[in-house]
Every structure is written in C-alpha cells, then in structure tokens.
C-alpha cells in the first residue's frame, strides 16, 4: 500500500508539473507578442515627469526620497531637476550632478541621431537592462506560461554578449493585454542563487515593472518599478526593496527636434 501511494504521489507530481510548464506559443501568439513589445518602447523625448526613488536596506542607515523632475523640452543640462536628493534639498554638488547627467544624455541622443542618419542603420533589437547590463528578448521563441480570458503571460528567453549577470538564472515574464496589444507588466524573477564579482552572491527576488496608459493616443509609459532582493556582501545578508515611481506626465517636444531618432528599445532601468 506504501509503495502504491508513492507511486500514486509521483505521478500526481509529474502530472502537476507537465500542467504548469510553460508550452511554445502558436505563431498567432508570437504575432502578439511581438506587437506587444512594440508597444512598449518608450518615446521617452516627448514625455516629462517626475520620479520619485525610494531604497531600504535592512543593514545600515535609512534614506530619504530621492525626487526628480524629467523634461526632455528643456536644454540638456536641465533636463534632469532634483527637488529631494536623499530626503534633502539639493546641494549644489548634486545639482552638478545631475546636471553631467543631463549632459551625457544629450551626447547619447546625438550619437543616435547620427547613427540613425547613415543609410545602412539597422534599428538596435528591444532591450532590458539589469545592473547595467542590456538583455535582448527572444522575439521569436516566447512560451505560454499563463492564459486569463483578457490576458496572457509570456515567459521570454533572453540573451546577453557581455557576462556581469548570468541571464539564465531570471526568469522574465511578460503580461500582455489581449485587446489593446499592449504590456501591463514586466516581471524579472531570480530563478537560483549567482554571485556578482566575486563579492556579492543574489540568493532570490524579484523586479516588477508597471506600465499605464497617460493617454489613449500613446502607447504605454513605464510608471512603477519595484524590486525585492536577499543578497549578501562578504557574507553578511542583507534585504533590499526599492521602488521608482513616474507621475505627473506631460507630453512635451523634445529640445532639438532636428534630432529625429527612432524610438528607442525597452528599456530596464538599472538597479
């Protein structure tokens, strides 16, 4: 009876798991999900807001808000206006800052728009970026992890050239909208534990990305990022949450129009 209820228990399991493994997409799918992460690309030279950064860390001291007002109108080195920095008003060493912010972003847009004036320029594929690192999605081979009646999540295969993160520890899921077309969620889960140079070891968490219709005109806008992560550094664990908030939207022109870039890749931001 013993042997037959382990027998029973295993195939119960197997069973469980075959339901819950993520299944190829049917090619209509994968036409979904292409114009799906369309869809996402962020126009990010006609939309200002303000972000709103908050970190805890359960080893060390706690920090304030960091809150700064984007607007890609303005001359580049004021397109990045910080009213908290850290719970503070801004010293003048932080309005330098985010002043050469503004500026690297400036010579980044010229360096596109130059790019994107040779005949032979070849749009970048979508990316993410995980601590820097940029992740290009498998566009043609996404799985089927979850179907609602209005939904369907995708699980994405992603690659990388560079090695800072092993991109085969995430699993990266996308929430899909099956009327408009359009990304609802973006989640990056660590599937097992990896060491980063050497010092730091993540043993688990997870980052989840939010994106909202400002205006039905538009495709979505990126508006919450929020991340929980166990890791360790020299052995001492620690816990760490953030959260990014973007509000206040206005749809503005950009400083140089006669930069017309293409509108850029997804785009994690890095943390």
């Known amino acids: 009876m013993r042997r037959l209820f382990f027998a029973a228990s295993l195939l119960l399991a197997v069973v469980v798991s075959a339901a819950?493994?993520?299944?190829?997409?049917?090619?209509?799918?994968?036409?979904?999900?292409?114009?799906?992460?369309?869809n996402g690309r962020q126009d990010t030279e006609h939309w200002a807001y303000t972000e709103t950064n908050t970190q805890h860390l359960s080893k060390g001291n706690p920090r304030g808000e960091t809150i700064v007002r984007f607007d890609p109108s303005k001359p580049y080195a004021e397109q990045f206006a910080p009213v908290l920095v850290d719970?503070?008003?801004?010293?003048?060493?932080?309005?330098?800052?985010?002043?050469?912010?503004?500026e690297r972003r400036g010579e980044k847009v010229s360096r596109a728009a130059e790019a994107a004036r040779n005949p032979a320029y070849v749009a970048p594929p979508a990316q993410v970026r995980i601590g820097g690192?940029?992740?290009?999605?498998?566009?043609?081979h996404p799985l089927v992890a979850r179907e609602e009646a209005d939904r369907i999540v995708f699980e994405v295969p992603v690659t990388s050239t560079r090695q800072d993160i092993p991109v085969d520890k995430f699993q990266?899921?996308?929430?899909?909208?099956?009327?408009?077309?359009?990304?609802?969620?973006?989640?990056?889960?660590?599937?097992?534990?990896?060491?980063?140079?050497?010092?730091?070891?993540?043993?688990?968490g997870e980052a989840s990305?939010?994106?909202?219709?400002?205006?039905?005109?538009?495709?979505?806008?990126?508006?919450?990022?929020?991340?929980?992560?166990?890791?360790?550094?020299?052995?001492?664990?620690?816990?760490?949450?953030?959260?990014?908030t973007r509000t206040e939207w206005k749809r503005v022109k950009s400083y140089d129009e006669r930069l017309q870039v293409k509108i850029g890749p997804l785009q994690l931001l890095d943390f």
């Open 172 to 204: 990266v899921l996308v929430t899909a909208n099956r009327a408009t077309r359009q990304p609802e969620n973006v989640l990056f889960r660590v599937r097992e534990s990896f060491r980063v140079k050497l010092i730091a070891k993540i043993s688990q």
């Open 20 to 38: 819950d493994a993520p299944r190829p997409a049917t090619l209509e799918e994968v036409a979904l999900f292409k114009e799906v992460m369309m």
């Open 133 to 140: 690192t940029p992740m290009t999605p498998d566009l043609e």
């Open 209 to 244: 990305m939010d994106f909202t219709v400002v205006d039905p005109k538009y495709p979505p806008v990126l508006s919450t990022l929020t991340g929980d992560f166990d890791f360790s550094v020299l052995f001492i664990p620690v816990n760490g949450k953030f959260t990014r």
């Open 87 to 102: 719970g503070k008003p801004p010293t003048e060493r932080n309005l330098r800052e985010y002043r050469k912010r503004g």
